[in-house]
Each structure stands twice: as structure tokens, then as C-alpha cells.
Nanobody, 124 residues
């Protein structure tokens, strides 16, 4: 599965932005899709994941502000980000796993395919 993330840009603190992850094939709908992010000088960080069932799990740092959704018919996943903070600034990556359990969903090594990343900048 090839992934392509898009939608990043510059936004003021408190603003909103929506990221999109497009997948190359329909096997996307059978697995787990996730968002990660990496700020300069920091390790890659889990943001959230969505299972094919529609179950969603978020990192505590974004819970209540970010919303993940997927459109299996379009092989697309979205990350709606609201109330953005300067600490949300990072390169955001989408990732795919054919199978990952909840207890390991934060582990980036569980994901087989990665998009190229899209940069989100938040000005204070």
C-alpha cells in the first residue's frame, strides 16, 4: 500500500487544519490506519489510529482536539485538527498496518507502510 499525506501548512495557534492520507489500493480498508508526527529534534510520536471497524484511539495529547476519520470507498483517511497549539507543529505521517492490537498501536514499528509526511507549522 502506497500512502500520500497532504494538507499541511501554516496556521495560527487556535486554528484548524485538515490533513488527508490517500492510499493506493483497496487493501487499505482491511487494515489499521494511523497518524504519527515528528517535531524537529524529537522522536516520532503517535497521534491516533483508526481500525477498519471504525474504532478510533487517540494519544492523550490530542484527544478532544483532533478527529480521525476514514472513507474506505475513497481509500482515504483524514485528520481534522482543531485548537492547534505551537507544540502540535511537526511533520505528520500517515501509516498503514495490516494488523495491530490496541496495546501496540503507538509503536511505529508495527506499521508496514508510510506516507512521505506533510509539514504543519503553528504560529503563536
Amino acid at each position: 500500500v502506497q500512502l500520500q499525506a497532504s494538507g499541511g501548512g501554516l496556521v495560527q495557534a487556535g486554528g484548524s487544519l485538515r490533513l488527508t492520507c490517500s492510499a493506493s489500493e483497496r487493501t487499505f480498508s482491511r487494515g489499521v490506519m494511523a497518524w504519527f508526527r515528528q517535531a524537529p529534534g524529537k522522536e516520532r510520536e503517535f497521534v491516533g489510529a483508526i481500525w477498519r471497524s471504525g474504532n478510533i484511539f487517540y494519544a492523550d495529547s490530542v484527544k478532544g482536539r483532533f478527529t480521525i476519520s476514514r472513507d474506505n470507498a475513497k481509500n482515504t483517511m483524514y485528520l481534522q485538527m482543531a485548537s492547534l497549539k505551537p507544540e502540535d507543529a511537526a511533520v505528520y505521517y500517515c501509516a498503514f498496518s495490516s494488523s495491530v492490537i490496541l496495546s501496540r498501536v503507538r509503536e511505529d514499528v508495527r506499521y508496514n507502510n508510510w506516507g512521505q509526511g506533510t509539514l504543519v507549522t503553528v504560529s503563536s
